[in-house]
């Protein structure tokens, strides 16, 4: 049997997505859904917003290859490294350079800045 075991933080919350150029710079995303929020939340209302935080460069790793569906080693080999190699980087057991952050991006169509 499946009890709830935590209060639902989200009442009264939507939920927005959008898919955006990975050209689009992150602080124009941020201002923008600024104003959006402020033009749609009521004057007066002092509710707080809950912000949501930046996920691990490992879980935006592990989602943009789920999102290209590619296997582990079907990405290790795009990229050039040992599939444990990628199974380490999604873990968070082994650090994503730069340069494996440009290779990450193009193979994976994203924007290499997400992995660091």
Known sequence: MSVLTKAR???G???FRAWLPSTVDPEKIRKALEDLISALTPEGDDE???EVPRPAPSEVLRGARLREDMTQAQLAKAVGVARSNICDMENGRRA?????????GTAL????KVFL
């Not at 994503?96 to 990450?104: F, G």
Request: charged share 30%; net charge negative; proline share 0%.
């Open 48 to 50: 707080e917003l809950i």
């Open 13 to 15: 919350f939507v939920e």
């Open 96 to 104: 994503i350079s730069v340069e494996m952050a440009k290779k990450l």
């Open 109 to 112: 169509k994203f924007n290499y």
């Open 9 to 11: 933080t989200t009442d």
